[in-house]
């Protein structure tokens, strides 16, 4: 369309206007014929005044070109060992995660509207939120929201809607992710809810203050387990009594990892789980699953996708997208949700993973989060200059760091070295060991000694 | 060309039944105790039973959901306004190189490849989109409308505008209703004229003091261009409102117009339909947003911008060399994302939009309204709206979704059905650029020959998918949502 004949050098697309379209000039020219038009041109209905000449001065390059400025753009990223959590983990994602998830027949598709050329996707759907069920031991869980952000704003529009008569605040710990705090506040904009935080004591819950804090007016109280910190909470059961008391929703954050041995959320109260996956993705600057997962008393308030089993007119088990009426292509305005496309694929990953680990592989990696964050701390307590851990608690994959030396110019020398760790206050650092660092925690802890 | 999925079923030992592929629960279940645990009793759960499947038995488990699983590399999905075409391969390495993988809290000194890359990608998203600024935070399409509608409600209360509704006309994705409704607006249908366009009277009828926006998407879910789209603009903009281009569409304008030109003040960009990220089942996708500069300052935090590093004398030497940084614009919305968005998407984007560069965008509209007038040219269905770009709304004539179902057994994914509601008996077809003449002519035998069969070969189809046809109506009666619930039974 372009005209001329360029080498093939220049002109990457091999004649073809997009690599992408597989035209011949030939066929082109037939189905233009049969559409009774002369050229493409002819076949766009916009006025004159806003016809765009098509020029973005955008090369195309080809494959191999992109390959090699994408490696090279990338590879101004230095090269650090990181020791970063704070609610993003890399766990070790196995081969087998890869290549079955990148089978076309799963990346390649849509959301499931026609559930009988659907099945396996639909299966696989039903097979991680049975995962979650088992994991939180709630009834109900969604196929995937984008990320625990998301997911705990969601989960406070949730108890908006279902406390409207009660209040309008939504309780908040004191320690939380800044994003999830930011992402919290967005989704509650077109509420007359706000967001109170409640204090900690020695890194995890301050029973006695949320007591203080919780009143008739509150709709939701959140809390975390591991918190943003990686402390373990010690009385969950009482903050679920303390939000039952004042007909307030009680909204636990965590991942799969820990609730594979850390206390059960049903068994705690809690009336709603949010959280990130922390499996099936490695670190991608962020990119996550969002968990929902909530009892079925609250079924026809859930957002998002649900995938339910129903009969096949041959009456074989078969699987549907369900409960559609809840969500926005129906009942738009008036939705549980504007969520539409979710995370499908990050879910069928964290889904294979976990059934790549099996129990025992999820909760003896549970059980390393545990020990390796409580070594690692040792190891950090025998620095002069560092005491760790911070908070004489539990903890679970990380931990925080009194140093002498200001935080986060002992993060900036240590990046220098080659380590990342979060600067979290003047003289507070985090540091969060799995099994992707574990290897380097000798050279991390040689580095601070070198540089506290 | 014959059409049959695979099938994998299994009798069931206990009720002499028969299922297809069991559940990984169903293969192999173990449940183990927790007591041996590094922390108090108190602080532990009792055990818990999950799938524990061997490698070989987990590989050929997912092997065989993929195969009962239809793909766009499976034959043509025209699925209207969903934008289903292929995916190119090289993009999924691209994203999966070792140095993308890195943690979002890492210094903005020690991450400039991925600053650059997230800099170039909302340039050429902003060039594309006529607009002058860009975030790549929103998650979704959905997410992207949220966010331009939070921006809007930022831009009217900060010069003190009490506006507290949103136009959608009545043909729009449900999306924007529920977005605009999150945020806490008002919604206000909009009717469609009865050439399937916005009715310019009943919009002029319809804003006032209170129209903080119109959300439009053009071409509209017929396929059909406002053409009255700078009237449109002036009427909104005059009534003090800002107009919202959703981009489900732009696959259908690349390089021909642009929303910026229009007079559009905010949109989203869909990257799973415009440039060809794997939608993978439902997501992740990407919703980037980009507004015109007055409202650059609301977008979300942290925008990312190029330092005023030490220019070297010419001008044009520094973009090799150039630094990055992140800051957060002055009346920042705060953030609709965590961290900052689905990055390994974007990367997908990036490198899609560099494959094709300005003659294969432009290419990419050409190609996909030349396929979807070619499409229609091709069967004998009633097409009552036109003349349409990258989509049509054909009317079946008898229950949509019965010739949706028929169709799955010629091998082909149907269009999207009853919807838009303005045609009786929608099949809302896009064929898109990524089909040949030869599968755009299987398709239109696939329409045909559903349109021919009788009532009883459709009411019992397909009958060559991997399962027969669902009764979705019970499935919701008796909601059953996990493997727990059916061992309940």
């Not at chain 1, 396996?120 to 869980?141: C, K």
């Not at chain 2, 010419?314 to 968005?341: C, M, N, T």
């Not at chain 2, 599968?439 to 021919?452: C, K, M, V």
Request: aromatic residues 6%; hydrophobic residues 40%; glycine residues 8%.
């Amino acid at each position: 369309m372009e005209g001329g004949s360029v080498s093939s050098d220049e002109h990457p697309h091999g004649g073809r206007g997009s690599p992408f379209a597989p035209h011949t000039a030939a066929e082109t020219t037939a189905m233009l014929d049969a559409v009774g038009v002369e050229s493409e041109d002819h076949l766009f209905d916009i006025p004159e005044t806003i016809e765009f000449d098509g020029s973005f001065d955008i090369e195309p390059r080809s494959e191999r070109a992109i390959r090699e400025e994408i490696a090279t753009m990338l590879d101004r990223n230095h090269e650090l060992v990181e020791f970063l959590g704070r609610g993003h983990y890399d766990h070790y994602v196995p081969s087998a995660v890869d290549h079955l998830a990148d089978r076309s027949e799963f990346l390649t598709s849509y959301t499931q509207y026609q559930p009988e050329v659907a099945q396996g996707f639909l299966q696989a759907l039903f097979e991680y939120q049975s995962m979650l069920v088992e994991l939180t031991g709630l009834e109900v869980a969604n196929c995937s929201m984008y990320d625990a952000a998301t997911a705990l704003g969601e989960a406070a529009t949730l108890a908006v809607r279902v406390r409207a008569t009660s209040g309008d605040r939504v309780l908040v710990p004191e320690h939380l992710h800044d994003g999830r705090r930011a992402v919290l506040d967005s989704y509650l904009a077109g509420t007359d809810a706000g967001v109170d935080s409640y204090p900690m004591d020695d890194g995890i819950v301050d029973r006695d203050a949320l007591a203080e804090t919780v009143d008739e007016d509150c709709v939701m109280i959140y809390a975390e387990n591991p918190t943003v910190r990686g402390t373990i909470e010690e009385r969950l059961g009482e903050i679920g009594e303390l939000a039952d008391d004042h007909d307030a929703l009680f909204c636990l954050g965590s991942d799969p990892v820990a609730l594979s041995l850390l206390e059960e959320p049903a068994s705690v109260g809690a009336d709603v789980v949010v959280g990130d996956a922390a499996l099936g993705l490695g670190a991608a600057d962020g990119m996550g699953l969002g968990l929902f997962a909530t009892r079925e008393a609250f079924l026809r308030q859930v957002p998002g996708r649900l995938v339910g089993t129903g009969e096949d007119s041959e009456g074989r088990r078969a699987y549907t997208l369900t409960l559609q009426t809840r969500e926005q292509h129906i009942r738009r305005e008036r939705a549980t949700s504007n969520i539409c496309t979710n995370q499908a694929w990050v879910a069928l990953r964290a889904a294979m993973h976990v059934a790549w680990l099996g129990p025992d592989g999820l909760v003896d990696l549970a059980k390393e989060s545990v020990t390796r964050a409580s070594e690692v701390a040792d190891r950090l307590d025998t620095i002069d200059g560092v005491t760790a851990p911070v908070h004489d608690r539990h903890h679970f994959r990380e931990v925080v760091a009194r140093t002498d030396r200001e935080a986060s110019a002992l993060k900036d020398a240590l990046e220098t070295e080659g380590y990342a760790i979060h600067a979290i206050d003047d003289h507070l650092v985090q540091v969060c060991v799995t099994e992707t660092n574990a290897d380097c925690v000798d050279d991390l802890v040689a580095a601070v000694e070198a540089v506290a | 060309m014959k059409f049959d999925q695979a099938r994998w079923t299994r009798e069931t030992p206990e009720e002499g039944g028969e299922v297809y592929e069991p559940l990984l629960a169903e293969k192999s279940s173990r449940a183990v105790e927790t007591d041996d645990a590094p922390l108090p009793d108190d602080l532990t759960r009792d055990g818990i039973e999950l799938p524990d499947p061997a490698e070989p038995e987990l590989a050929r488990h997912y092997t065989r959901l993929s195969q009962m699983n239809y793909g766009v590399e499976n034959g043509p999905f025209p699925l209207g306004s969903c934008t289903m075409k292929y995916n190119p391969a090289f993009t999924e390495d691209v994203a999966a190189l070792p140095a993308a993988a890195t943690h979002p809290d890492r210094s903005t000194d020690s991450v400039q490849g991925n600053l650059e890359l997230r800099h170039r990608l909302a340039d050429s998203l902003a060039r594309i989109g006529g607009m002058d600024a860009v975030t790549l935070q929103p998650p979704a399409g959905a997410a992207g409308e949220f966010t331009g509608i939070l921006i809007a409600k930022a831009y009217h209360e900060q010069r003190g505008n009490d506006r507290n509704e949103i136009i959608i006309p009545e043909s729009a994705h449900g999306t924007n209703f529920a977005s605009a409704a999150l945020a806490g607006y008002g919604v206000v249908s909009l009717p469609s004229a009865d050439d399937g366009r916005v009715d310019v009277d009943a919009l002029e009828a319809a804003v006032s003091d209170d129209t903080a926006a119109l959300m439009l998407t053009n071409p509209n879910t017929l396929g059909l261009f406002e053409r009255d789209i700078e009237a449109i603009a002036d009427i909104v903009h005059d009534s003090g409102g800002l107009l919202y281009y959703d981009g489900a569409n732009l696959n259908a304008l690349l390089g021909r117009a642009r929303p910026g030109d229009m007079g559009f003040d905010v949109m989203h960009y869909n990257v799973h339909k415009t440039f060809a990220t794997p939608h993978g089942g439902g997501g992740p996708g990407a919703g980037p947003v980009g507004v015109v500069e007055e409202l650059a300052p609301y977008l979300p935090t942290p925008q990312v911008r190029e330092t005023d590093a030490d220019e070297p004398d010419d001008g044009e030497a520094a973009s090799d060399d150039a630094s990055y940084e992140r800051f957060e614009p002055e009346h920042s919305i705060g953030k609709v994302h965590g961290f900052a968005g689905n990055w390994l998407v974007l990367v997908k984007t990036y490198a899609y939009i560099a494959r094709l560069g300005n003659p294969g965008l432009r290419d990419t509209s050409a190609k996909a309204v030349l396929n979807a007038n070619y499409l229609a040219s091709q069967i004998d269905y009633d097409i009552p709206f036109e003349p349409f770009h990258h989509e049509f709304v054909a009317s079946a004539d008898r229950d949509a979704a019965d010739v949706a179902k028929r169709m799955l057994d010629y091998g082909v994914h149907p269009p999207t059905t009853k919807w838009p509601e303005i045609v009786d008996e929608a099949l809302m077809t896009e064929p898109t650029e990524a089909e040949s003449r030869a599968a755009l002519d299987h398709l239109a035998r696939a329409f045909d020959r559903a349109a021919a069969d009788d009532d009883e070969a459709l009411e019992t189809a397909p009958e060559r998918t991997a399962a027969r046809r669902i009764d979705q109506a019970d499935a919701a009666r008796n909601p059953r949502l996990s493997w727990h619930a059916l061992d309940d039974e």
